[in-house]
């Protein structure tokens, strides 16, 4: 049994030799373990073996031995070298046994894409005898659980899409269960733009602290240029997670501000296309060095052919001139020039706004202090606004920031938040 | 000692609290072990553990007791949480020794960059008494390898860009040495674009046995689109190597023949630019669904500036005519009509070149066997190409593949090489 007083000791194994010879990058372990994290469990170790009997075996016992639940993650497939079943079986000194609610499912499964299912994949329908089916809503792959040793082990398919449903729906709330924690667990996500971790963390201070009692959690994920403000928050019931939730989210709404790009599932382009969308409006867009990948954040989503007019790429200044019919105007950077370039745009593309972000890059060797001043404007029909920002770091650096930078002054724009507001990543 | 008959059996320990939350995917496992794959050795264990005394000393007693060779990760820096030093001493029942050669290089190194060492950073320079000094040139955390139990234990830096470097140079090596393997590999790439990996393995069915007594070794990393064809070739030394990789590398060239992209570290949006940039050409590029993500892959390079003039995204077939100046065009597709996009984008633009790839992607919600027709044209100063596709497989699949195909329709038109040639992914 689980002591509450002890945190829950979690290992993860992942099998498969694609896996294990480094073919594929194991974005499973990851998002397994970030998810537990999530709702306030943690992983403390992770094995990787190959589709090997011996490995397998070796790793279930000493899983067994340490451990006070295991996810295994892969091998529940219908060929040869799928050996989770099998292995677990041999652990538990158990038989395999034909699990006929899971064939059933998986005849329908293939009935309703009209085909015939293959003999081999009646293998996904043999379970260690006593083993708890868990299941898969989208594949073939049957998920179960059972106990070794100390430990409650889990069984997972490999497949993310399948992974994932199985984790949050199936595993976690048993997880969640087994350790004493209050059942219910909520996670709210900020992202925002400009401003670094510490800085974030500093302002927010104090912000757990204001439920009494306690049961929210303040974490971070940084992926540059993006950072993911997380509350994880435990309660009783649904009303429990909402009485403390409220007054943490507004403080942090409060105090990150205009920064908060978009919270939960949202991101920084679905944003911005929700907010086009919504009045009616439509998009064209110029830039230079970040070469088409500000609009393919843009063009390429449902709905943005509705949306997105017109985007122009150049690495030349000569040549945007041309592109949006600016012409006359001289090469050299200025705010004059970026706003007629916008201004261009948007009434050569028939759009009802324009974003142009043009940057002059640094000359010489990419290097850790190589820079790019980035030139924003923004065009609609009455207006045109403007923003010049500097950022250091190198090629790679100064591309991400400028997107990033250029797609959050739109958004900021369309949201009636000032457009030029001073962040972490730029030397002025 | 190693038993030659047998494989080496490689364990890799990743450490580290950011690997083990799954804050950072780790990307350095599954390069290390394709690495060590690459030269012919193979991985057959992983563990991830956190910044944990107790777990670490476990994870090494237990690799110590089944592996011939360790390679411990990360832990070398220079604050508390940095143990692998520590740990390793411990288990190994010795004392932590200053090694002074080190101390003198990371001085040094602080010097030059006009700094004075901080005091912590000397607990980089403490290593277990007896351990062999491993040399990292590009930092402060400085490598080491140790008997422990069975195993030869090789710690290594976590940073990317120092363990790679130590493991190229230093670490395989001597695993090679231990391996009593020949010591001189070599590795031989093929990128490929269009064919999938059972038909080219089929196609390559037999070329290791070129050569007499062996030594070449088929192997492939399929990353869609493009698909990676690798030689390992081991030999006595270099003379050996040239000469068993000639004529499996010819009799590969010539049964993938056009299908080849590029070789070794080439990329297909460099060769296009190398292309590009000898014969003095300019580029001018139109793209639908794909969103920007072609030129952004030409646009971004280091001296795409003098090749790339232009690049026109959107959604909308009428915007598209208008961009270029190809005024009175119908909007339906056709192959006049793509033609006429690429020549007036050329003209328009003032390139030498033009590249249009245009989308009509199906209706509906997106599925397993939502496609797109993709609609390609390549424009010169005396002719135009032009080529007619259809991808299936839902919405990012559609995407991914039209970029790659309407890059190597452009490689290929560029080398002289037949531009419609049948690739595998596509339903005609």
Redesign the interface.
Known sequence: MIAHSAAMRIEII?TGDE?????????N??????KL?DVGL?????????D?RE?LT?AFV?ASE?ADAVIVNGGLGPTVDDLSQEVAAQAAGVELVLNEEWLVRMEGFFTRRSRIMPPNNRKQAMLPAGAEMIDNPVGTACGFAMDLGRARFFFTPGVPRELWRMLDEQVIPRLLARSGAPTVIQLKRFHSYGLGESHVDTLLAGVEDLVPGGGVKLGF?AHYPQLETKLTVRGADLDDIRRKLAPVQAEVRKRLGNFILAEDDQTLEGVILAALTERQGTLA?VET????????R???L?G??HV?????????FA?VH??VGAHGWPAEMSEAVVEAVATAAREN?GATYALAVLIELDEGA?RMDLGGTIWIAIAAEDEVVCRRSRILGG?EWV?LGAIELGLDCLRRYLQGLPVVERIDFEKT
Chains 1, 2 share one sequence.
């Open positions: 992942c896996v294990l010879t480094g073919k594929i990058v194991n974005t372990f990851s998002t397994m373990s970030q994290e943690s992983v403390y170790w992770g094995t990787t073996v190959g090997d490995s070796r000493l340490r994920r867009m060095f970040t070469g088409g990948q500000m609009a393919a843009i063009a390429s449902p943005a052919e997105f007019r017109r985007g122009v790429v150049s690495r030349d040549q041309e592109a593309c990419d090629r591309r």
